[in-house]
């Protein structure tokens, strides 16, 4: 079974931190790439971060870079999205997915996506 279990979103004033964590199971972590997406009241999808071990640095939105850090901890099997100076146009779901490379996660081509989590934040 595989499986992507999500959690540490919760309610922040603006300025706080959060660090969300995706555990994975059920798949070779190592071998893919795990990504961090998140959806806005009345907004689209937009893709935050992935980490890849083959597709280079790990990506991140413009909207988050030096706010944001995606981490991996291959042993625990999770990724790690910390997030920090929060602002209310953070407050969303956030979800993470698995795929074979960044990639194919850009462009829907996924293994899971988890339940998601609730960030908000407040002004």
């Known amino acids: 079974e595989v499986q992507l279990v999500e959690s540490g979103g919760g309610l922040v004033q603006a300025g706080g931190s959060l660090r969300l964590s995706c555990a994975a199971s059920?798949?070779?972590?190592?071998?893919?790439?795990m990504g961090w997406f998140r959806q806005a009241p009345g907004k689209e999808r937009e893709g935050v971060s992935c980490?890849?071990?083959?597709?280079?640095?790990?990506y991140y939105a413009d909207s988050v870079k030096g706010r944001f850090t995606i981490s991996s901890d291959n042993a625990k099997n999770t990724v790690y999205l910390q997030m920090n100076s929060l602002k209310p146009e953070d407050t969303a779901v956030y979800y993470c997915?698995?795929?074979?490379?960044?990639?194919?996660?850009?462009?829907?081509?996924?293994?899971?996506w988890g339940q998601g989590t609730q960030v908000t934040v407040s002004s």
């Open positions: 997915a698995a795929g074979k490379s960044c990639h194919r996660l850009r462009i829907g081509v996924s293994l899971r």
């Open positions: 980490i890849s071990s083959g597709d280079g640095p790990p």
């Open positions: 059920g798949f070779t972590f190592d071998d893919y790439a």
